[in-house]
């Protein structure tokens, strides 16, 4: 009896825990019972969220707050490299903001975006990269980092490229067309500079030199609609050109990534770089994806929205991104992202190389994409599963250097999406939170869709409501 009495008493003397003391075991939110997806296993788990981190994968996990995620996936937020927002080109600057942007990537699933900055001849490039992140700031929702590029007018700042690698731009974009594009020489020079700053080159390859050739001998003959735009821009120059930059990167010892891979042609070379052990990377997009060339043979501006470039291209090559991104020769997805509205596509209706170029997809990739690679997957499903995640988000976190994002893991940010694999939705551009007022997929019907997105642990949007605050997301220095 006493030595009972004594513990008894022992115990009374003790802070009661459920007021007095944290419970370490109590964590601040738990994600119940969801089917976790990584790029290496699918299993059933809860997530434990303290702050903004990922504290503990496990079972019978304990929060002050709870969301049930039976029924659905929970996978990191997806990470899209290659996005154009508030962008300017030409006489038009794309429809979304860093805020209407960002807005969008949150509600379809996307937590961290790498966007863009240029240098005017007389800015320095910490400048550069001052003035937009001054731009994104009050308006981000979710992090974001960006890539500098190097244009003809930066080869003479080619011992800014350190600085700006150290401010955290651990990417460098190299244009092989348009006004910002590099000859060999310059490009050889520029890939020197990021190589000896230890970051990543990332190429827009296309021949621009015939391009602009056959650009000038179709307007010439009178051949102005949109439908002239995939003809002046061949899939085997696009091919010659990444394997150019891909042979002067491996001359130069640096990796390589490239960008917005259209064709077959390119996956060969990418392919063909990969089997020699290189470190060469590629990207496709769901315009590539979903869409062939036949689109620019509709009536009036319809035919003008889809122009991007590299253009879109026949169907056995939608077919053969589809079959790459399966087999790993192309390594991720991203959007190029980079809307106008239908009446400034309509300005370029009697010349198809003054249309601005870019289509929208910022808040469809996830969903797409899992359309594409899991619900019409003829095999395993849980590998299905993985290589989706994969591309969406590990690998793009991993290749860009976001060292806490794109995996679920403790320590790593809490940037969680929940995905339904049974929610259908049509896409329609009434519905999205993009502005450009149209969208390539209006129509398509999906099945599955995020539900819930976090963002380093704040619930940032939920069934359809957006809940973040603008100016919250944050520069990454990668
Ligand atoms: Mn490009
Ligand atoms: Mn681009």
């Known amino acids: 009896m006493s030595d009972n009495g004594a513990a008894l008493s022992a115990h009374r003397q003790d802070p009661n825990p459920m007021t007095n003391q944290p419970d370490p075991t109590l964590h601040d939110l ?81 937590t961290a975006i790498v966007d863009f900055v240029e240098t005017r001849p007389d800015e320095a490039m910490l400048e550069a990269l001052a003035a937009r992140q001054a731009r994104a700031a009050g308006k981000v929702v979710i992090d974001y980092g960006l890539h500098m590029t190097i244009g003809p007018d930066d080869i003479a700042k080619l011992d800014q490229v350190a600085a700006a690698r150290a401010a955290g731009c651990g990417s460098f974009k190299l244009y092989m067309a348009y006004g910002l594009r590099l000859n060999d020489g310059e490009l050889l020079q520029a890939l020197e500079a990021v190589r000896d700053a230890g970051a990543l080159p ?33 899939a085997a120059l696009e091919a010659e050109a990444a394997g150019r930059v891909i042979d002067i990167a491996t001359w130069v010892g640096v990796p390589l990534h490239i960008f917005h891979v259209s064709c077959a042609a390119v996956v060969e070379r990418i392919v063909a770089a990969k ?20 689109v620019y043979d509709r ?18 090559d939608r077919r053969a991104l589809w079959a790459a991104l399966e087999s790993g020769a192309l390594d991720l997805v991203t959007t190029d992202h980079c809307p106008f509205t239908a009446a400034e596509k309509a300005t ?12 929208p997809s910022i808040e469809s990739r996830l969903s797409l994409i899992y359309d594409g690679l899991v619900n019409r997957a003829s095999g395993d499903k849980a590998a299905a599963l993985r290589r989706w995640v994969d591309v969406c988000a590990t690998t ?29 939705r049509t896409i329609s551009a009434d519905s999205l939170h993009e502005t450009a007022g149209w969208t390539p997929y209006e129509g398509v019907e999906l099945h599955g869709a995020p539900v819930i997105t976090l ?9 359809g409501r957006p809940l973040a605050t603008p100016g919250r997301g944050r520069f990454v220095p990668r």
Request: with cysteine; glycine share 12%.
């Open 299 to 316: 009536p009036g501006v319809d035919g003008a929205l889809p122009v991007c470039s590299p253009p879109l291209r026949p169907e056995s």
């Open 30 to 110: 738990v994600i119940k019972n969801g089917t976790v997806i990584s790029d290496a296993a699918v299993f059933v788990a809860d997530v434990a969220v303290d702050g903004e981190q990922i504290a503990a994968i496990g079972h019978d996990l304990r929060g002050r707050r709870t969301i049930d995620a039976d029924g659905l996936y929970v996978i990191p937020g997806a990470i899209d490299i290659h996005v154009h927002l508030e962008m300017p080109i030409g006489r038009f600057t794309s429809t979304d903001d860093f805020y209407h942007g960002t807005l969008a990537a949150a509600m379809g699933g996307t």
């Open 348 to 359: 370029g209706l009697d010349d198809f190389s003054r249309i601005p170029g870019g289509v």
């Open 202 to 234: 990332v190429v827009h390859a296309e021949n621009w030199d015939v391009i602009t050739t056959l650009i000038g001998r179709n307007l010439a003959a009178g051949h102005t609609t949109p439908h002239w735009h995939p003809r002046s821009r061949p």
């Open 275 to 294: 089997a020699r052990g290189l470190p060469i990377t590629g990207e496709t997009c769901p315009q590539y994806l979903y869409l062939t060339q036949d």
């Open 396 to 424: 793009p976190a991993r290749l860009l250097g976001f060292a806490n994002k794109g995996q679920l893991l403790p320590g790593y940010d809490a940037d969680i999406v929940l995905f339904d694999p049974q929610a259908t």
């Open 455 to 463: 963002s380093r642990g704040e619930v940032i949007a939920d069934h």
